[in-house]
């Protein structure tokens, strides 16, 4: 059972341009979590996604990210005209179906962008 | 909103016990969750408390009080691969969703 994958692992982007970040969650997992880490410091939520429903985007800023979790394929985190302040490691997680068992999020390996 | 407390950095002698300690404020709260995070790797789960007390895992033990709002992780015989950021994340459930909050972390430099 593969776990969660995120590709690219490392993106680098000239200031200005668009970068998309990829999230396939493990195998039977509906629910996708997006954070982003700057050096140094700690997790911080983005957006939740169920298939095709964007559940809880308080974390996004309201310029230039958007995210989406179609029925078919993976998820993506888009960043238009992207800054250096952009830069920082992205990681993804998911979790099973509902439920208020002890389902933790699993982690993807993370998309380190870098923006020149 | 939630508020999540942990030290920013602690350091231990190898061989040696840990505490590190998490205070929360939160309302609807529905477990909360320790990860283990080397640096420049992903985050990996290392316990999980929705009850009050102690929960024991090998060398790692997450203990939880709900009432006073405070949860740590105990880290015993410690050796070196145990250095790493230990991430306190509560679970809460608000507007008909479960949501996750993770706290800043602790960084845990373990030394001989």
């Known amino acids: 059972n593969a776990g969660v994958m995120q590709n690219p692992r490392h993106l680098v982007r000239r200031r200005g341009q668009e970068a998309r970040l990829r999230c396939s969650p493990m195998?039977?997992?509906?629910?996708v979590y997006w954070y982003r880490q700057l050096p140094e410091e700690g997790l911080k939520f983005m957006v939740y996604l169920q298939k095709e429903n964007i559940i809880d985007e308080s974390g996004m800023p309201k310029e230039r990210f958007s995210a989406e979790f179609p029925k078919e394929g993976p998820s993506i985190l888009r960043i238009q005209q992207v800054v250096r302040g952009d830069s920082a490691a992205y990681f993804c997680?998911?979790?099973?179906?509902?439920?208020?068992?002890?389902?933790?999020?699993?982690f993807g390996p993370g998309t380190r962008l870098t923006v020149t | 909103g939630q508020n999540i407390d942990q030290p920013t950095e602690m350091t231990a002698t190898e061989g040696a016990i840990v505490q590190i300690n998490c205070t929360y404020q939160t309302s609807g709260f529905n477990g909360l969750f320790w990860y283990q995070q080397h640096a420049g790797e992903a985050p990996t789960f290392l316990s999980y408390?929705?009850?009050?007390g102690l929960e024991e895992k090998g060398r790692f033990s997450s203990f939880l009080s709900r009432s006073k709002g405070y949860s740590y992780l105990l880290l015993k015989e410690l050796q070196m691969k145990d250095s790493a950021s230990y991430l306190c994340a509560v679970r809460s459930y608000s507007g008909g969703y479960q949501k996750v909050t993770f706290g800043t972390g602790t960084k845990l430099q373990v030394i001989p």
């Open positions: 408390n929705v009850l009050d």
């Open positions: 195998k039977g997992h509906s629910h």
């Open positions: 997680a998911s979790s099973p179906n509902a439920g208020t068992s002890s389902h933790e999020q699993y």
